[in-house]
């Protein structure tokens, strides 16, 4: 599951690979950065992704927190207010269910309820999404969940170019960001730029272009979504493929653009189809001039409403995988909705 790219001459480094190298950057540079969460230091991280940085800067900048999430997401609020800029760590996003308490009522809202005097700069990674068997309670896409609260901004990087300078752009802003990270991503490999750089956290990607349907989505579905649009493409159908990267805030201007194009939209998302993000972007584009664009109605491709199945080929069922993305974007091309 690769973008495709053309050759840039940059190395290639994995999704872990250039999350640990922006970290490991922002340590360098900024005394104000400290890792914490659970199993980071020594063990490297429930992913590895931290690996031997505790050896690097030792245990006062890459912290060990005890087993609560609450009480270690309350830390790190915390430590944002009197001018540190902690990077926290999940072992799973499921786990964020516990301290709900200290991101949305605290971290989301310090800021407004105090006026302006203070800031909450403050990063929080999310290993999400399902595909490694690890069944209902450790393998659920949460990023709407936060996408609604206003004072947090949510991104989802789906290469590890993105990877690495959405980090560093959330490390640069004065307001608490959540960033989802598919667990399946981890050790998919991609050109990274060497040395500090940043992606905007409000800016979506157009990864492939096209002319008869606009398929916006985001995390691992970029690469399922960029598959499908290389079969469809050899049956005529130029799918354009938008990765949305940021939940919160949306990049309108590019998702709208692309519809007045296209005249057709097919949202692809793996959490809860539900309420979920696919649901906001159509409103979004009900909501606006590029309404009158479409020549078709707009599809949402999301996930069951299913708890995730621990059987891999029930897990697999649950989510949209290649082969309903072609059918739903064919469908849609040929007017067969």
Not at 7 to 25: F, K, N, P, T, V
């Amino acid at each position: 599951m690769n973008i495709a790219v053309v050759d840039s001459g940059l190395r290639e480094l994995s999704y872990a690979e250039a999350i640990r190298e922006a970290m490991d950057i922002a340590l360098a540079t900024d005394p104000r950065v400290v890792l914490m969460g659970e199993d980071i230091g020594v063990y490297g991280g429930a992913f590895q992704v931290t690996g031997d940085l505790i050896d690097k800067y030792g245990p006062d900048r890459v912290m060990d927190t005890p087993i609560s999430e609450l009480g270690g997401a309350g830390v790190a609020v915390g430590a944002a207010l009197t001018g540190l800029r902690p990077i926290f760590e999940f072992q799973f996003s499921d786990f964020a269910t516990l301290a709900m308490e200290q991101i949305v009522n605290q971290a989301a809202k310090l800021r407004y309820m105090l006026g302006g005097a203070v800031s909450v700069p403050l990063v929080m990674r999310f290993p999400a999404g399902s595909g490694t068997g690890a069944a209902a309670q450790h393998s659920q896409s949460l990023e709407a969940w936060f996408g609604h609260v206003p004072g947090l901004k949510v991104v989802q990087p789906s290469t590890p170019q993105d990877a690495k300078g959405l980090l560093l752009a959330a490390l640069d802003d004065p307001d608490p960001v959540m960033i989802f990270e598919h667990k399946l991503l981890y050790k998919m490999r991609g050109p990274v730029p060497e040395g500090a750089y940043w992606v905007p956290l409000d800016k979506a990607e157009v990864r492939r272009t096209g002319t008869d349907v606009t398929v916006v989505a985001t995390g691992i579905m970029v690469h399922k979504a960029l598959e499908a649009a290389e079969v469809l493409a050899g049956e005529g159908i130029a799918a354009e493929v938008i990765d949305l990267r940021s939940i919160r805030p949306l990049d309108r201007d590019t998702v709208l653009a692309s519809v007045r194009k296209t005249g057709r939209l097919t949202c692809v998302y793996e959490a809860v189809k539900t309420l979920g993000i696919g649901a906001e972007v159509s409103a979004m584009v009900a909501e606006s001039d590029a309404f009158d664009y479409l020549d078709a109605p707009i599809v949402r491709l999301g996930g069951a409403d299913s708890p995730i199945p621990y059987n891999p080929d029930l897990e697999r069922a649950v989510v949209p995988q290649v082969p309903d993305i072609i059918a739903a974007v064919r469908d849609q091309a040929r007017g067969a909705l």
